[in-house]
């Protein structure tokens, strides 16, 4: 039996002083959160609740959109705003969950929901870095086929679970924070932290700091947009591989590209490279296959994930020919 006091937050600042005050977690949706309780991976003394916070999906002055934390993940998805101005973004929550838990899980739970690796998870008989700084590493040797190619270390070869965060890295989404001190704002692609010797550093959060929003920049009309989850069954699954991609065109080039990838890494992985590769180039598959060479050049494959890679080029390529299609039509 885990003990702990549960309270409700009456605004952003009490959540913020509750949480300071009992070093306590905060309570969403508890679509992962309860999970780990219940699995004793997490034991927290105290849990605030900021359900009733932030639920608000607006536009922004700049022509962009100010998503509340404690949006359900539903509401976003079917917003009219995200469904016609972001479709990449409705794309990534709709394949992230069944209906019923996308009815209850919020934006900033979504944000900082933790791996689904199974070691990550057996409390009892794996060893796990992330878990248990220090233990090692199961994983590294033993069933690695959902594990990360890219961005992992010796420590932990983890992937992160979330589709939506997928889709708000390529968007270039920024996340907006608040603490006992005040508010701050930052890159969704500088949120998430790789392993390094801290897997279980998993974000830049301070202690007790609170995901007040996420914002939205202004949508490039100009831009084609889409997400796709590559997974062993077709609904209710983490992906092996995702591609959240936007595409510009100039004529039969590529004008510019926003890409990240899923499935792969301990974090949302931002495709850098690979938009790099394209720009300029005509808009071909010899050039989409080249690009996304270019990202995997580094990717470090286990003993039972090696196919992540060719999986990984072959759908990037793939999915940025189907919109080049989309925006010649």
Request: aromatic letters at 4%; glycine letters at 8%.
């Amino acid at each position: 039996m885990i003990e702990l006091t549960y309270s409700r937050a009456t605004d952003v600042d009490d959540a913020v002083r509750r949480a300071a005050e009992g070093q306590g977690r905060y309570l969403g949706g508890g679509t992962n959160l309860v999970d780990l309780m219940r699995e004793t991976v997490e034991t927290p003394s105290a849990l605030v609740d900021v359900t009733g916070l932030s639920r608000q999906v607006e536009p922004t002055a700049n022509g962009g959109l100010m998503i509340g934390a404690a949006a359900r993940n539903t509401a976003v998805a079917e917003h009219e705003v995200v469904r016609s101005g972001y479709p990449m973004l409705a794309r990534a929550i709709v394949a992230g969950a069944s209906a019923q838990i996308r009815n209850m899980a919020t934006v900033g739970g979504n944000l900082l929901q933790r791996t689904r690796c199974t070691y990550f998870y057996d409390t009892d008989g794996s060893r796990c870095n992330k878990r248990a700084p220090g233990d090692g590493c199961d994983a590294i040797e033993g069933f690695n086929r959902m594990h990360a190619i890219l961005g992992a270390s010796p420590s932990c070869v983890a992937t992160h679970p979330s589709d939506m965060c997928v889709a708000l890295a390529a968007l270039d989404a920024v996340v907006h924070l608040r603490n006992v001190s005040g508010e701050r704002t930052i890159g969704m692609c500088d949120l998430h932290k790789l392993p390094e010797d801290r897997p279980d550093i998993e974000t830049v959060l301070e202690p007790g700091e609170l995901i007040t929003a996420v914002e939205l920049p202004a949508p490039n009309p100009a831009e084609r947009s889409t997400y796709r989850k590559v997974r062993d069954r077709s609904s209710y699954a983490f992906a092996l591989v995702s591609v959240a991609a936007a595409l510009e065109l100039d004529g039969d080039r590529v004008a510019g590209a926003r890409l990240a990838l899923g499935g792969v890494a301990p974090k949302p992985w931002r495709a850098r490279r690979a938009e790099e590769a394209m720009r300029g180039r005509p808009a071909t598959e010899a050039t989409f296959l080249e690009a996304a060479d270019a990202e995997l050049a580094d990717a470090r494959p286990l003993s039972g994930n090696a196919f992540k890679v060719e999986l990984a080029r072959r759908t990037l390529a793939a999915v940025l020919e189907d919109l080049t299609e989309a925006g010649r039509a």
